[in-house]
């Protein structure tokens, strides 16, 4: 079977493991393409007339583990960011709606964050704002409304059901991780035989492009992790299993 003439048409699936607490962190079976390449450089001891290459040494072994995929999880985003993982949130909502037969009183579904509400009138969007009072969901325009009772609110909305935010801040960097690959290589006789990799130590690198589109292909992000070597100097094992 060592001998054996090999290829691969088949995806990595990976499980990323934490490298601190050796606990598994994310199961990235979604993947379109997985890429390992290792790396190193050689340099040279020269002499001698027309200045040969006498001795070669090599270093700074290394590498990198590329995954390109479509799907795309909260889990994936924070492995990538080293963001942390909260279940709360707030961002702007903006409605369309109409005060009550007055032109005063305007209802919203949700009870506003403090201090975030602006109204304007209908056909005037992002223009004068409207003064108000505000007790609970219940706004009461200062000066009733004339002729359309139409307006415009913005407002923060704060939601704690439901919920996974990731907050990335300019401190965030993503953990080391163990990953652990799997899958299957064919031979030319035509044994599909289980193959396995293992990166002793991952370090993600910190470079996320989101990108959302109405035509074309479904989004796709790419994943670049730098290949180091942990304690034992182990940077990457390579298993081909005969069955």
Known sequence: MNNSNMTNREV???????????????????????????????????????????????????????????????????????????????????????????GTSITLEDTPVAGSVVVYADGDDCGTELEYEISGKTITLTTALTGSKKVIVYYMKEVSSGVSRINIKSTSFPKNFIVYGDTVMKTDDDEVLPYKLTAYKVAPQSNMSLSFSNSGDPGSITITCDLMADSDDNILDLVLIEE
């Open 12 to 102: 990595c699936d990976l499980i990323f493991v934490d490298y601190t607490t050796k606990k598994p962190f994310l199961n990235l079976d979604f993947a379109n393409v997985s890429t390992t390449e290792l790396t190193g450089e050689s340099v040279f001891a020269y002499g001698g007339k027309g200045h040969p290459k006498r001795v070669q040494f090599a270093g700074e072994r290394g590498g990198t583990m590329t995954i390109e995929t479509q799907i795309q999880t909260v889990k994936l985003w924070q492995l990538i960011s080293g963001g942390e993982l909260s279940n709360s949130a707030k961002f702007i909502t903006r409605i369309e709606t109409a005060a009550d037969e007055a």
